[in-house]
Nanobody
Framework: QVQLVESGGGLVQAGGSLRLSCAAS????????MGWFRQAPGKEREFVAA????????YYKDSVKDRFTISRDNAKNTAYLQMTSLQPEDTAVYYC??????????????????WGQGTQVTVSS
């Protein structure tokens, strides 16, 4: 059973940046695509970005394209989400998980593992 631990969230002013990390247990991390999702208060969990198993393909939600960058380091069993030009509407709990593909959007119900605890990102205006 893969365990996922997200970190790096915090409180930042609009226009600021944060880098989220997702540490995964297990020796199969390099064998599947990874995705980031987020859930704002009162809203459903939504897809943010995905990356293929080798990092060669990425896909982003339109509203974060050109602001967020997903990456991964398979040697460290870790995925990252670099977020720049943050806006109040980016405020949410951010989660990572394995996904079926790094080349398209995935639904939260498509993820490969149990969810971690997430990391809170709060952007003040």
């Amino acid at each position: 059973q893969v365990q996922l631990v997200e970190s790096g969230g915090g409180l930042v002013q609009a226009g600021g940046s944060l880098r989220l990390s997702c540490a995964a247990s297990g020796r199969t991390f390099g064998g599947y695509a990874m995705g980031w999702f987020r859930q704002a208060p009162g809203k459903e969990r939504e897809f943010v970005a995905a990356i293929s198993w080798d990092g060669g393909l990425t896909y982003y939600k339109d509203s974060v394209k050109d602001r967020f960058t997903i990456s991964r380091d398979n040697a460290k069993n870790t995925a990252y989400l670099q977020m720049t030009s943050l806006q109040p509407e980016d405020t949410a709990v951010y989660y990572c998980n394995g996904v079926p593909s790094g080349a398209r959007e995935s639904r939260p119900s498509d993820v490969l593992h149990s969810w971690g605890q997430g990391t809170q990102v709060t952007v003040s205006s």
